[in-house]
């Protein structure tokens, strides 16, 4: 599937963190149709402060694939007028940054929708694993899947 030309989509996996300012001022700059943006941002937690880190490694190249092609859908099925999502990674410390997700259309419901059907697929679909590095030095392990992540992708499917 592929976006329509005009749309503004914006997908990056980085290590640096990102300024939800500039991304949303960018995705909007000179489009006046644009009633409604949601921003959702993803932060480490530090789990009762048991967890120093997260450690968040991707498939290069198939991990943005992933993305764009689950924005290209978010586009055309709640028309919106612009998205963004970008994703960190390397070690993250809890209260900074993981991911971002700017979702802009006409009205306010579309772009709940876009931003959150992009969520709900990224935890799901994207090709990214997180390991645990814990404040008393013990190895944490990999972050399994959640089956609560799989079923709010589920509702998308009807």
Known sequence: MAGRADIPV????QREDFDIAAETAALIAGRKQI???VTFTGLCRDEGGALSALELEHYPGMA???????????????SLEGIAAIHRVGQIAPGENIVIVVATAPHRHAAFDGASFVMDYLKTSAPFWKKEHRTDGSAGGWVEA???DDRAREKWKK
């Open 64 to 78: 943005e694939a992933e993305i764009r092609r689950i924005c290209d859908e978010a586009i055309e099925r709640f």
């Open 35 to 37: 009633g409604a943006i």
């Open 10 to 13: 914006v997908v990056r996996v």
């Open 146 to 148: 959640k089956d609560r």
